[in-house]
């Protein structure tokens, strides 16, 4: 009888091998003996199912012909078609989109979607590029994937560098192939071919939501904390709005230029205007200016990430002063950074759980397309507040039970769900 340990042949590194991938192997090994699963089934959940590699030609404006790496990758299949967004970056590879596309499984799972995680991209530098290259990059990308992807197969959606015309254009060329309009293909469409309503904001909704539930356990309100939030784009940018809706006070902001403060709390309307006419918070009337660096660091309740990953780090985690941290962007605190902030008592806010609702409404949007039946904004966000919901007190839940941190049981939760979905159906054939 041939055992595990006698067959294995592979000695060299598997394709994906990449310190993103390393990151997000670790964590799941951190989280899986809390999670009680079967050893085998363990095993299926630390390789991604499929990942292609595939070219990308197109004729630059130049005339010349220039080949574009690009990259799919699908985690797990078995809750469902894969979904995951599309990025255009000089660093995307096939580790880091096999990172992204196991945390984004955990995501979906944790969130009860009928999910499994995938991510994508193309290495390329999108800022050097016209619009005619891009379209002719997306459009082309599409017709390689068109194996792979498909309203039951895998679903795509906007990541870094891409938006909702990225969408469209995809969208349009896989509903040419198969010769009819096809919305279900992506999601962070337009509204005008079948996007949601409430898309845009769904991501730095979700935050708040999310924040909120948590000052409710904390035994806090969430108005009366004062808030910090690192990134003032899609996510950061909503979520600094919706606090200040519901009465909080945000005292400092940062985007790609530096952070502007005012300990007295910050106008973000008016804030928001300033950026769309001057291209940054910079120069903001009435608050002072200060450092990236400087801004994570300031005395407030509440830290809100939503800018890059890689923000909090073994270096400056023990001088961060909030009592929580919200994870609105993907992997802002080390490995490292965790530890420290755990022995500090600050809660954190995971990631995957976090910034779900983007994902949560981008299944919305599927659902929707699907049943050419089209939601109203009231109805999607109320949905969604009860999808962040059930998700946040199964985590708070779990981690109270077993001592964990938020991070480790929000892991704890998803892979339990896609783990009891591979013991259901067992091993084909
Ligand atoms: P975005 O491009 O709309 O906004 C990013 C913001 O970060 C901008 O304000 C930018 O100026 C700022 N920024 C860039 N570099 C910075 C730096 N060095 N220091 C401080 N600020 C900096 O992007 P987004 O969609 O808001 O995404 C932000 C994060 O949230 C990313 O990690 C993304 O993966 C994650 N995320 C986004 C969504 C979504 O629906 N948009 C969903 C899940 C996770």
Redesign the pocket.
């Known amino acids: 009888m041939a055992r595990a340990a006698d067959i294995a042949v592979e000695t060299a590194p598997l394709e994906w091998e990449a310190p993103l991938w390393r990151t997000a192997v670790a964590q799941l090994e951190q989280a899986l003996p809390h999670a009680n699963i079967d050893p085998g089934t363990a095993e299926r959940l630390r390789y991604p199912e499929h990942a292609a590699i595939v070219s990308v030609p197109i004729t630059l404006d130049s005339g010349e012909t220039r080949i574009f790496p690009g990259y799919r990758v699908q985690h797990s299949r078995v809750l469902g078609p894969t979904k995951g967004?599309i990025r255009y970056d000089p660093h995307v590879s096939l580790g880091e989109c096999s990172a992204l596309a196991m945390w984004m499984t955990w995501k979906c799972a944790l969130l009860r979607l009928p999910y499994g995680g995938a991510k994508g991209g193309i290495r390329c530098n999108p800022r050097v590029l016209s619009r005619g290259e891009v379209e002719r990059l997306t459009r082309r990308f599409t017709v390689e994937l068109r194996s792979m992807i498909g309203p039951q197969e895998d679903i795509p959606a906007?990541?870094?560098a891409t938006d909702e015309q990225t969408m469209a254009w995809m969208m349009d060329t896989y509903s040419m192939q198969v010769g009819h309009a096809m919305p279900e293909i992506v999601t962070?469409k337009p509204v005008s071919v079948g996007g949601s309503v409430f898309?845009h904001e769904?991501?730095?909704a979700g935050v708040v939501m999310v924040i909120s539930r948590a000052c409710a356990r904390l035994g806090w309100t969430l108005a009366g904390q004062r808030y910090v939030v690192?990134?003032?784009?899609?996510?950061?940018?909503v979520a600094a709005l919706e606090l200040a809706d519901q009465g909080a006070t945000v005292i400092g902001v940062?985007?790609?230029?530096?952070?502007v403060a005012a300990e007295s709390g910050l106008d973000i309307p008016a804030l928001q205007r300033w950026v769309g006419e001057h291209g940054?918070v910079q120069g903001f009337p009435g608050a002072r200016g200060l450092t990236?660096a400087e801004?994570l660091e300031l005395p407030c309740d509440v830290l809100v990430l939503?800018?890059?990953?890689e923000?909090v780090t073994g270096k400056n985690a023990a001088r961060l002063q909030a009592r929580m941290i919200a994870e609105?962007?993907?992997?802002?605190t080390t490995v490292e950074a965790d530890a420290i902030l755990a022995e500090k008592g600050i809660v954190v806010l995971p990631?995957i759980l976090t910034?779900?609702?983007?994902?949560t409404v981008s299944y919305f949007e599927w659902v929707q397309d699907l049943g050419r039946l089209f939601w109203g904004r009231d109805e999607i966000r109320r949905r969604l507040d009860e999808k962040m919901s059930d998700a946040f007190d199964r985590v708070w839940d779990l981690a109270d039970e077993k001592g964990l941190t938020l991070r480790s049981a929000a892991l704890v939760v998803g892979i339990r769900e896609v783990a009891a979905a591979l013991d259901a159906r067992g091993l084909y054939p």
Not at 230 to 237: D, E, I, L, N, S
Not at 306 to 309: F, G, H, I, N, V
Not at 328 to 332: E, I, R, T, W
């Open positions: 967004g906007p990541d870094m962070g898309r769904a991501t730095g690192q990134g003032f784009g899609k996510v950061g940018g940062a985007d790609y230029s530096g952070g940054s990236n801004l939503a800018a890059l990953e923000q609105g962007a993907n992997g802002p990631d910034n779900a609702g983007g994902v």
